[in-house]
T-cell receptor, first 115, second 114 residues
Framework: AQSVSQHNHHVILSEAASLELGCNYSYGGTVNLFWYVQYPGQHLQLLLKYFSGDPLVKGIKGFEAEFIKSKFSFNLRKPSVQWSDTAEYFC?????????????FGGGTRLMVKP | EAQVTQNPRYLITVTGKKLTVTCSQNMNHEYMSWYRQDPGLGLRQIYYSMNVEVTDKGDVPEGYKVSRKEKRNFPLILESPSPNQTSLYFC?????????????FGPGTRLTVT
């Protein structure tokens, strides 16, 4: 069964600092990869996704992620965070073609940006 | 407006009292799913449905039931809730198929079982 690991559970940054959140998955085949964001009190929203092609994916609000197949990783980055980026971030993986479009989520990383 | 709606948003109940959380989507999506979110565990899939009358278990189906009699609705049923089902529940939907796995989430239902 596939699993997803997010190693940083809590991250605290000051505004304008750079951000990198780690995500590793365990599945050897074709994968679809996602980052979702959950702002306080709100539901999950898609930040970006990777299905195929260029492994560097750009999403909304200045976020990007890089798929490194050899490392089974899909780390999320932002060069300069803002206070409004305070949220919980979830990495998710779908084993390409599996039944049910099942998404396996990581445990989440709670980001706090200090003004 | 394209959306996934859930009701109720908040619910406090007692052990053993049957309850239903409704989920509805207006995007004509074939695929719908239920997740529970617990601190440190992320979201775990409870049940999913590929289409009307087609449902299957996810990672944590014990204690839950679902039905998919209409394309737009996918209710989650707890026949005999227990305190370990206290959680935040999300319904999601997507087009399904190999071309799109982006899921659209509802606003969540916070359930407390005492």
């Amino acid at each position: 069964a596939q699993s997803v690991s997010q190693h940083n559970h809590h991250v605290i940054l000051s505004e304008a600092a750079s951000l990198e959140l780690g995500c590793n998955y365990s599945y050897g085949g074709t994968v679809n990869l996602f980052w979702y964001v959950q702002y306080p009190g709100q539901h999950l929203q898609l930040l970006l996704k990777y299905f195929s092609g260029d492994p560097l994916v750009k999403g909304i609000k200045g976020f990007e992620a890089e798929f490194i197949k050899s490392k089974f990783s899909f780390n999320l980055r932002k060069p300069s965070v803002q206070w409004s980026d305070t949220a919980e971030y979830f990495c998710a993986v779908n084993a390409g073609g599996n039944a049910g479009n099942m998404l396996t989520f990581g445990g989440g990383t709670r980001l706090m940006v200090k003004p | 407006e394209a959306q996934v709606t859930q009701n109720p948003r908040y619910l406090i109940t007692v052990t053993g009292k049957k309850l239903t959380v409704t989920c509805s989507q207006n995007m004509n999506h074939e695929y719908m799913s239920w997740y529970r979110q617990d601190p440190g565990l992320g979201l775990r899939q409870i049940y999913y449905s590929m289409n009307v009358e087609v449902t299957d278990k996810g990672d944590v189906p014990e204690g839950y039931k679902v039905s998919r009699k209409e394309k737009r609705n996918f209710p989650l049923i707890l026949e005999s809730p227990s305190p370990n089902q206290t959680s935040l529940y999300f319904c999601a939907s997507s087009l399904g198929g190999a071309s799109s796995y982006e899921q659209y989430f509802g606003p969540g239902t916070r359930l407390t079982v005492t």
